[in-house]
C-alpha cells in the first residue's frame, strides 16, 4: 500500500520540485546491499545490482562487499502478495544499519505485479523496483543544512485528521503520521494552539472501473492564518472495494512514506515562515 508504482509512488511522497540529486548525501563508507530476502537467489541478486546502479544516480556508492568504519548496510525482506486476474503485490522493506548494527531507518517500496514478472526477475520490473527503492532509501541518509534543521524542527506542528476518508480512517491516518514526524525529532501537538503549523490531508478519489478506483491523498502545510505554504501528494489505484479499510490498516507504512517528504518541504520553508510560526 505504501510502495511506489509506476506514478509518483503508490503513496510514496512526492518530495516538492527539487530533485533528489541535488540534495547533500552522507556518503564517507557508501552502502553494502547485503541481502533481498524472501526472494529467490536469482531475483534477489539482479534487484541487489540494479539497486547499486540506481544509487549511483543519487550519488551514493553501493556495493555488495566491502565495507569500512562508515558503511551502511542494507537489507530487503520481500512479500508477494497474491491478487485476483493472476496479479499480485510485492513489497520489500528496506532496512539500513549502520557499521555496528544500529537501526539508521526503515523504507517500505511495493508495485503491483504478476506473479511470473517477479519469479522469472523480469528486467523491468527489476529495474523499476530498484529506481523505487533507491529514491526511498535516499531519504534516509540526506542531511539538509544543519541550521535549517534546527530551525525547523523548532517549530511545533499539529496534524489535522484526514479530510475525504471515514473519520476513523482519518484519526488513524492523522495518528500514523504523528508518530512518523516524532520519530524524525519533529514536536507534535495534539491540540491546536496559538503557535506552530498545521499539516492538513485530504483524500481524493477518481472515478471506479473494473473494480479499481484512483486515489490520491495530498498533505498541505498551512500556517495559523490557512494560508497554505506547501503540499506534497501521494497516489496509486486501489481496489475500489474495502478502500477506507485497506487507508486505515496502510496507514503507518503510508505515512513513513509520506513523512520524508514532509520534513524536506518543512526544511525549505523561508527563515521568515519558521520563525514566525515558532513566535506566534
Not at 26 to 44: H, N, R
Not at 97 to 125: F, M
Not at 148 to 167: E, F, S, Y
Not at 247 to 276: C, D
Request: glycine fraction near 12%; charge should be neutral; proline fraction near 8%.
Amino acid at each position: 500500500m505504501a510502495g511506489c508504482s509506476p506514478e509518483p509512488g503508490p503513496f510514496a511522497h512526492k518530495p516538492g520540485t527539487k530533485s533528489t540529486l541535488l540534495d547533500p548525501v552522507s556518503d564517507s563508507g557508501g552502502i553494502v546491499v547485503a541481502s533481498v530476502e524472501g526472494a529467490t537467489e536469482q531475483v534477489a541478486q539482479r534487484l541487489r545490482e540494479a539497486l547499486i546502479d540506481a544509487l549511483a544516480l543519487h550519488d551514493i556508492p553501493a556495493a555488495t562487499d566491502g565495507a569500512n568504519r562508515h558503511t551502511r548496510f542494507l537489507k530487503g525482506h520481500a512479500a508477494l502478495s497474491p491478487r485476483p486476474g493472476g496479479l499480485a503485490r510485492i513489497d520489500i522493506a528496506w532496512e539500513l544499519t549502520d557499521a555496528i548494527g544500529r537501526p539508521v531507518g526503515s523504507q517500505p517500496v511495493g508495485r503491483e505485479v504478476t506473479r511470473a514478472a517477479w519469479e522469472a526477475g523480469d528486467p523491468a520490473l527489476i529495474k523499476a523496483l530498484a529506481r523505487d527503492s533507491a529514491s526511498a532509501i535516499a531519504t534516509l541518509i540526506q542531511e539538509p543544512a544543519p541550521t535549517d534543521v534546527v530551525r525547523a524542527r523548532k517549530v511545533m506542528l499539529h496534524v489535522w485528521p484526514v479530510a475525504g476518508v471515514q473519520k476513523t480512517t482519518g484519526i488513524a491516518l492523522r495518528r500514523a503520521m504523528e508518530e512518523a514526524l516524532r520519530r524524525r525529532d519533529y514536536t507534535v501537538a495534539a491540540e491546536l494552539g496559538d503557535r506552530g503549523l498545521i499539516i492538513a490531508g485530504s483524500v481524493s478519489r477518481g472515478p471506479p472501473g473494473g473494480g479499481r478506483q484512483p486515489v490520491e491523498l495530498v498533505w498541505a502545510v498551512l500556517d495559523g492564518g490557512g494560508h497554505e505554504l506547501g503540499r506534497l501528494a501521494q497516489k496509486n489505484i486501489l481496489p475500489a472495494s474495502g478502500l477506507d479499510s485497506a487507508l486505515g490498516a496502510a496507514a503507518p507504512a503510508i505515512a513513513e512514506a509520506a513523512a520524508g517528504g514532509m520534513v524536506k518541504l518543512l526544511e525549505r520553508l523561508p527563515p521568515a515562515r519558521l520563525s514566525a510560526a515558532d513566535a506566534r
